[in-house]
């Protein structure tokens, strides 16, 4: 008899890379392994609940093992869309894959930035494409001296706002960003405006909970609209009710850092009967030591959070994308990522394979809570059940 799913706990490390995509080196990505160079770099690294779920099944990493008999169901999972970074990763997770991208041209960039300084009422820095680089490092001191925000575009159509937070608030910045966002809504082929408030401390650009995404909305329909549908609950932590605007999302909160995230996650347990609890964890930074030690908190929680599952719960660790940091260049990695899968009463030790499509995620999660179909994938729900 098929156990019952009433409750889906997803969790997504975001850019945990476990390897190049087939397609990397049309990125620059071709030698890219997130997971790899982290343990290789750090040397330390011991993650004994997620070996315990199958992850040394997927490849090598120096530190990590493959169990001999894994206690969950453990698999690589790819991506159709075109690009590497949060929105399109998590829009293919949710059955949306985006397989046409183009971002902003060399001749629009002038009429787009005279659009940005329209809407937030002031001149701006950098106005220019950027990959493979860090502009904040690259323009703070510059910034400090003028008092204006950093303004960059990527290359999946994404404007990103950037400032240190004594120069322009954390909400002052999203007041820009939203604004930026109404103004560029019919400005194709922008598809996000992105707030990075940042100190010294923080330092990198990267500010965890207090960065915010003003996402355009996805352009089909997604695992979180039928859920919704079906009067299923949805929860997002982190970036998730960002990222889809909101869209199919019953309540989110925009914690993102591992530990305060995960507490929350184990404190819902009480609190959400069913549905699916959708988080976005920031692990992969840009310092080894805090990557390090968000993913050893992910790891040494798990077995918290085990213990306060129920029958009918089901829980899903992947991620978005890759962040490589042994790379000379800064940014996103285009790799596959992991599928850790486990619960009360599935089966274990069950090799889901290479996944090609993240979408394949979104329909069995799908077919597990009862929605109806979604345009792209194939679920493997099958391959969970025990027997």
Not at 132 to 144: E, I, L, T, Y
Not at 209 to 216: E, I, W
């Amino acid at each position: 008899m098929r156990a019952m799913i009433n409750r889906i706990i997803l969790l997504v490390l975001d850019g945990l890379g476990i390897g190049a995509l087939p397609d990397a080196s049309h990125y620059g990505d071709a030698e890219c392994n997130t997971l790899a160079s982290l343990c290789e770099a750090s040397g330390s690294v011991h993650l004994p609940n997620l070996e315990n779920l199958g992850l040394g099944h997927l490849g090598q990493f120096q530190g990590v093992r493959p169990m001999v008999q894994p206690e969950g169901c453990f698999g690589l999972m790819g991506f159709v869309s075109k690009g590497k970074d949060s929105l399109i990763g998590h829009w293919e997770i949710a059955g949306c894959p985006i397989e046409t991208v183009s971002g902003v041209s060399d001749e629009a960039l002038p009429a787009l930035v005279a659009l940005i300084e329209g809407a937030i009422g002031q001149k701006t820095l950098g106005n220019r494409k950027m990959s493979g680089a860090n502009p904040v490092q690259d323009m703070s001191v510059q910034h400090k001296r003028s008092g204006v925000p950093i303004v960059w575009f990527d290359d999946v159509g994404t404007i990103h706002l950037a400032a240190h937070e004594t120069i322009v608030p954390a909400e002052e910045l999203y007041r820009m960003g939203r604004d930026v966002r109404r103004a560029a809504r019919a400005a194709h082929p922008i598809v996000r405006v992105v707030a990075h408030p940042f100190d010294d401390r923080a330092g990198m650009l990267w500010s965890g909970s207090r960065r915010r995404d003003f996402a355009t909305e996805p352009p089909a329909t997604t695992l979180l609209d039928l859920l919704s549908r079906a009067s299923q609950l949805v929860v997002g932590l982190g970036k998730i009710g960002d990222l889809f605007s909101g869209r199919g999302v019953t309540r989110s909160t925009t914690i993102s850092e591992a530990g305060e995230a995960l507490d929350e996650i184990i404190g819902m347990l009480n609190r959400v009967p069913r549905g699916l609890i959708f988080a976005n964890l920031e692990v992969l930074v840009p310092s080894l030591e805090d990557s390090v030690r968000a993913l050893h908190e992910v790891d040494r929680r798990l077995p918290e959070l085990q213990k306060r599952w129920k029958t009918g719960d089901l829980l899903i660790i992947t991620a978005d994308h890759g962040f490589d940091m042994s790379r000379p260049t800064w940014g996103h990695s285009r790799e596959y990522v992991p599928l850790l899968i486990t619960g009360p009463k599935l089966a274990r030790g069950v090799n889901l394979g290479t996944r090609q499509t993240a979408a394949d995620l979104g329909q069995t999660i799908g077919e597990a809570l009862g929605t109806s179909r979604l345009p792209s994938g194939d679920s493997f729900l099958d391959s969970l059940h025990a027997g």
